[in-house]
């Protein structure tokens, strides 16, 4: 009788088994990697936006108004301006002088930040708030003080995901405390 060599059917079944289970392995963590090269982003992120701030401060002498998510709150620009619509904006500002807007225009020396991020690393917007009695976001406590939020986008999808946000809470980052799909980075406290 006359024997041909190949492969069983329980053979190719068991190898292709073994090949998707590694594949999955693999898939699983290059998504942590990403996940932790964004958060490294971020926080790259934070560190310009608080050289950043300490600049306008120096200049002007007062820090930013609080601005809506996407917008630049006078970095990239003056005064703050939308990436995305080229607007600029002069929002009502409590801790600022009566005569704010005409002094950032005598005072400001910037940009501070080239170009400012139009997203964040997960696709959504950052959100500058200037908080002096603290706030709540999301049911989480946040204490007065300047931050930068990494939130969704102006439709509120791309919202911080959770394992990233964790990240986040794990290294400091995200001063809110809370898994609450935005992380609040902490730029100066009150």
């Known amino acids: 009788m006359h024997q041909t060599k190949g492969f069983t059917l329980i053979e190719l079944l068991v190898t292709i088994a073994i090949i998707g289970l ?11 990697s990403r996940n932790s090269a964004k958060v490294a982003q971020a926080a790259s992120n934070q560190k310009q936006f608080m050289l950043a701030l300490q600049l306008y401060f120096d200049d002007v ?5 609080d601005v809506n998510r996407g917008w ?6 003056a005064l703050p301006y939308n990436p995305d619509t ?5 929002p009502a500002c409590d801790h600022c002088p009566s005569d704010w807007v005409s002094q ?19 696709n959504g917007k950052y959100d500058y708030n200037y908080w002096p009695a603290g706030a709540s976001r999301y049911g989480c406590n ?5 931050y930068f939020g990494v ?9 911080l995901p959770p394992e990233a946000e964790q990240r986040m809470i794990d290294l ?3 001063h809110d405390g809370c898994l609450n799909g935005e992380a609040e980075m902490l730029m100066i406290k009150l």
């Open 72 to 77: 630049d709150p006078g970095f990239s620009h």
């Open 61 to 65: 002498g007062f820090y930013p108004p």
């Open 172 to 174: 400091g980052l995200d």
């Open 142 to 146: 946040v204490p007065p003080g300047i």
């Open 86 to 90: 080229n607007q600029t904006d002069t």
């Open 151 to 159: 939130q969704a986008d102006y439709a509120d999808e791309n919202p």
């Open 22 to 32: 590694l594949a999955s392995i693999i898939v699983v963590s290059l998504n942590t």
């Open 104 to 122: 950032v225009q005598s005072n400001w020396r910037g940009p501070y930040i080239v170009i400012f991020p139009n997203t964040t690393p997960w």
